[in-house]
C-alpha cells in the first residue's frame, strides 16, 4: 500500500471548497488498515480449513467450516482497496517513474524474503515439484502469466495476488489519468460495466472450459482489473465529494447473508450454484468498496464518533503487519502439514487454527520490523537520477502519507 506514516489522533483535514466531512486527497482513515487484517485474516482461515477433504488444508474446524471457504475471495477485497488508496492519495502530475520506484521498495523486500522462506521450507525440504521457470516467474511476479507454471501457483504460492497488483501498478498512471478527464457519472457506470462484463466472462468460463483452465482465466491479471478499477473509481468520486449515506453495518450484514449462500450454493442451488460461482468476484468487490466507503463516511461525517474499533492501535498495527502475515501464513500451514500431516477435524483444530494465527503474527511483526519496513524506507530515500530527472525537489512522496497494512 501506500507510504506508511505516522500515527495521529485527529481526523483527516476537510478539502478546501469541498463539502462539510469532505476528505481532503490522501486524508488518512486508519480504520481501512485495520479492516485490511480482517481480510487477510480471512484467507488465512479459508487456506487452514481448505475445502474441506482430504489432503485439505491442516484442519477443517465445523464451528467455522464451511463459511471459511468464502475467505478465498478475500484478496478481491485488497484489489479493490489497492485501487481505492492509490487513487485517493494520487497528486496529478507525479512523475511515473517515482510512482513505479516506490512501488518496488513497498513490495519486494518482503515478497522476496518470504519466497525464500517457502523455496527453502516447502521445495528444497519439503521435496514438492517445481522446476526453474516456475521458480523465477514466481519470484519475478508473472507467474499468473503463465498457465503450464509447475505447481499452479509456485514459490510463495499467495505470490500469485502480487503478480495481478503488479499489472495494476503498471497501468495505474494511464488509468488514473484517464479515469480524471471522465465526469463521475461516467467513471461509475464504466466500473459497473465492467463488472457486469467480467460476471458474464465467468459464467462463460465455468460453462465451457476445463474446471483447472477457467480458474486460471479468472485468476488472470486482465480479469480482475474490474476490482482494481471499481476502487479507483469510487476513491476518485469521495474526492469530488460524493458521500453516500453509507454505514458498515448493511454492509456487514448482507456480506454475512451473502456467504451463507455462497457456501451452501451446491445444495440450495443446485445446477444454478454455477450462477453464483460466475457472480461472486464482482459481488463481493461491491461489498468490499461499500465497507471502504462506509469507513471514509464514518471519519468525516462530523460526529465526533471516530473510527471505531478498527481504528484502535492494535488493529492498526495488526494492519501494518497484515501483507507480511500474507505472505508467511500459506508456507506456515504448509510446513505444518509437511510435518505432522493433516490434522482430524473437531475442537481440538480450532485451538490449532488460533495457534497458528498467533505464530504467523508474530513472524509477521518481525518480518515488517525487521525488513519491510526499514527497507521501504531506504528505497524511497533513494531514488536514481533516472528516476527523479536530477531535480532534488521531485524526491518527495508520490502520495499524501496513508497507513496501510500492504502494497496497493
Do not use: K
Not at 485527529?10 to 482513515?29: D, H, Y
Request: aromatic residues 12%; charged residues 10%; contains cysteine.
Amino acid at each position: 500500500m501506500s507510504a506508511l506514516a505516522p500515527a495521529s489522533a485527529s481526523p483527516a483535514p476537510a478539502a478546501p471548497g469541498g463539502p462539510p466531512g469532505a476528505l481532503a486527497p490522501g486524508g488518512r482513515v486508519d480504520a481501512l488498515t485495520g479492516l485490511r487484517f480482517l481480510a487477510a485474516l480471512a484467507v488465512f482461515a479459508h487456506h487452514f480449513t481448505g475445502l474441506g477433504g482430504p489432503g485439505s488444508g491442516v484442519a477443517r474446524v465445523p464451528a467455522f467450516f464451511p463459511y471459511t471457504t468464502m475467505g478465498v475471495h478475500g484478496v478481491g477485497f485488497f484489489f479493490v482497496l489497492s485501487g481505492f488508496l492509490l487513487a485517493w492519495g494520487y497528486r496529478p502530475g507525479t512523475s511515473a517513474r517515482l510512482f513505479y520506484w516506490r512501488r518496488a521498495g513497498r513490495i519486494w523486500p518482503a515478497h522476496l524474503a518470504a519466497s525464500l522462506l517457502a523455496l527453502v521450507l516447502l521445495f528444497w525440504w519439503g521435496g514438492r515439484a517445481t522446476d526453474a521457470f516456475s521458480v523465477v516467474a514466481s519470484v519475478l511476479l508473472v507467474q499468473t502469466w503463465f498457465p503450464w507454471v509447475t505447481p499452479t501457483l509456485p514459490g510463495n504460492s499467495v505470490a500469485w495476488t502480487l503478480s495481478v497488483e503488479l499489472f495494476f501498478y503498471a497501468l495505474f498512471p494511464l488509468l488514473v489519468r484517464g479515469a480524471l478527464a471522465l465526469r463521475t457519472r461516467t467513471l461509475l457506470a464504466v466500473s459497473a460495466g465492467s463488472l457486469a462484463v467480467m460476471a458474464a466472462v465467468n459464467l462463460w468460463l465455468l460453462t465451457h472450459l476445463s474446471g483447472a483452465t477457467a480458474e486460471w482465466v479468472m485468476r488472470h491479471p486482465l480479469a480482475r482489473l474490474p476490482e482494481f478499477g471499481l476502487g479507483l473509481a469510487v476513491a476518485l468520486a469521495l474526492r469530488r465529494g460524493v458521500r453516500p449515506a453509507l454505514r458498515a453495518w448493511p454492509v456487514v450484514t448482507a456480506l454475512a447473508a451473502y456467504t451463507v449462500a455462497y457456501t451452501r450454493r451446491a445444495e440450495w442451488a443446485g445446477e444454478g450454484s454455477v450462477v453464483l460461482e460466475a457472480t461472486v468476484r464482482p459481488v463481493v468487490a461491491v461489498l468490499a468498496v461499500g465497507l471502504v466507503v462506509a469507513c471514509v463516511v464514518r471519519a468525516t461525517d462530523g460526529s465526533g464518533r471516530g473510527e471505531g474499533w478498527l481504528a484502535s492501535p492494535v488493529m492498526v498495527r495488526l494492519g501494518l503487519w497484515s501483507y507480511a502475515f500474507y505472505l508467511l501464513h500459506q508456507t506456515l500451514n504448509y510446513a505444518i502439514t509437511d510435518r505432522w500431516g493433516h490434522q482430524p477435524a473437531g475442537g481440538v483444530a480450532l485451538f490449532t487454527m488460533i495457534g497458528t494465527a498467533v505464530v504467523a503474527t508474530a513472524l509477521a511483526g518481525a518480518l515488517y520490523h525487521g525488513l519491510e519496513e526499514p527497507a521501504r524506507r531506504w528505497w524511497a530515500a533513494r531514488p536514481p537520477r533516472w528516476v527523479t530527472g536530477g531535480d532534488p525537489r521531485r524526491v518527495r512522496a508520490l502520495f499524501l502519507p496513508h497507513r496501510s497494512g500492504g502494497p496497493s
